[in-house]
């Protein structure tokens, strides 16, 4: 030990230098600033699923292919209703299927438009077999869809078991959905006495969703259904907004003094400003978006448009560059 001691004594100056000389690695250079069309058409049918990273478009259906979805995880237990839509439920307080069949009484509810889990129309049914009343709402020409009354009875880690029927108790069906662990939900539709609709893309291929979806005006006692933005929240993506028009001077460094939050809306609607004497858009020049993406990247994005070269609105254009 006492010829050992000397020798690391010796030896640590060098290995201090070492470190000293070992440098950080370069931040990577930007990418180049892209401009995208979403076409959601007029009057805004399509759901387009958006990859920041590879800039495409994942997947597109239209908004009334489903009616509710399923969380898809082990644990999941959570229905969303289709807020593209605009759907309402109302929990009729009974657990007697074949009792209810009108919709006297109800007390319409909504899924919380910022996509938090714990504040859904149908909440935490576990248990409790709960009769509720689905709002399908109303088709493109001004057709209501009409009511469906929906049971839950089971859910385990790999699939949900549910009966549904019309009011009028016709067309019951008791219905086995199962979940699929690469999605967040796995989307079901009432149509030909029910059917597991396929929509929502693997969950680490998308980053945003361009859609209609509900919002709450403080000064209106029920949602509105607007064009909007949705994110990845259920699989990490976060979004900060800055409304300083500073797009251009926006840079990776600068996502450490940002706030970010994993709010589905927080893109929302409001980067579009309604005309209400002609009901025409223009777009609020000021607002940019940090998007933090399913794998970690971050981009800024801007909206520049919502009108196509035609003059259609329901084009949704912006411009997006990672940092």
């Known amino acids: 030990m006492k010829t050992a001691f000397p020798y690391l004594l010796f030896i640590l100056p060098f290995l201090t230098s070492c470190l000293k000389e070992e440098t950080p690695l370069p931040k990577p250079k930007p990418g180049n600033v892209e401009t995208v069309v979403i076409e959601i ?24 292919d489903w009616d509710l979805s399923f969380e898809s995880s082990t644990s999941g237990y959570h229905v969303l209703l ?28 909504w ?9 859904t129309a149908i909440g935490n049914w576990i248990g409790k077999n709960e009769v509720f009343i689905i709002d399908r709402q109303y088709d493109d020409n ?20 549910f009966k549904f029927a ?47 979806h509900q919002h709450k005006f ?28 500073n797009f251009s001077k926006i840079k990776l460094e600068d ?32 607002k940019s978006y940090i998007v933090k993406t399913t794998k970690g990247y971050f981009y800024k994005m801007r909206f520049i448009d919502f009108y196509n070269h035609l003059g259609q609105k329901g084009y949704p254009t912006f411009e997006i560059q990672r940092l």
Not at 92 to 105: R, V, Y
Not at 219 to 245: R, S, Y
């Open 255 to 286: 996502t450490l003094r940002y706030s970010f939050t994993n709010n589905w809306d927080e893109i929302g609607h409001d980067w579009k400003i309604r005309n209400n004497t002609n009901n025409s858009f223009t777009i609020d020049g000021n």
């Open 166 to 212: 019309n009011l009028d108790g016709t067309n019951e069906t008791t219905y086995t959905i199962s979940k699929n662990y690469s999605k967040n939900f796995v989307h079901f539709s009432f149509e030909d006495n029910g059917k597991t609709i396929e929509l929502e893309p693997e969950k680490n291929s998308w980053d945003l969703l361009f859609t209609n």
């Open 82 to 109: 289709n807020t593209a839509v605009g759907m309402y439920a109302a929990n009729m307080g009974s657990t007697d299927f074949n009792s209810i069949s009108s919709i006297s009484g109800a007390s319409w509810q």
């Open 142 to 161: 001004g057709n209501h869809m009409g009511y469906m009354k929906f049971q839950l009875i089971t859910v385990t880690d790999i699939s949900y078991t």
């Open 218 to 245: 403080d000064n209106l006692t029920m949602p509105f259904v607007l064009t909007q933005t949705l994110t990845n929240k259920h699989n990490g993506v976060l979004v900060a907004e800055d409304n300083n028009n």
């Open 111 to 119: 899924d919380n438009p910022n996509g938090d889990l714990n504040s």
């Open 41 to 64: 058409g007029f009057p805004y049918l399509n759901q387009v699923y958006y990859d920041c990273e590879t800039n495409n478009i994942v997947s597109k259906n239209t908004k009334y």
